[in-house]
């Protein structure tokens, strides 16, 4: 099971994915991952665990 959330816009994409992940946590889910596009290169970071795994990965990284 997966759960997708996306966004399309001018604000920073990485907190919103972040929330919008945070909302679909209660699922259950082992893993999670983000993927964004910066200019015309798709940047992707992906752990096992929880939400707080990937934010705590994408904070030095700065997606």
């Given at each position: 099971m997966?759960?997708?959330?996306?966004?399309?816009?001018?604000r920073?994409?990485?907190p919103?994915?972040?929330e919008?992940?945070?909302?679909?946590?209660?699922?259950?889910?082992d893993?999670a991952?983000i993927?964004v596009?910066?200019g015309?290169?798709l940047?992707?970071v992906?752990?096992?665990?929880?939400?707080?795994?990937?934010a705590?990965?994408l904070?030095?990284?700065a997606?």
């Amino acid at each position: 099971m997966c759960g997708i959330i996306g966004y399309i816009g001018n604000r920073t994409a990485v907190p919103i994915l972040i929330e919008g992940l945070r909302r679909l946590e209660y699922r259950g889910y082992d893993s999670a991952g983000i993927a964004v596009l910066e200019g015309d290169t798709l940047k992707r970071v992906r752990v096992k665990g929880k939400i707080d795994e990937l934010a705590a990965r994408l904070a030095p990284a700065a997606l």
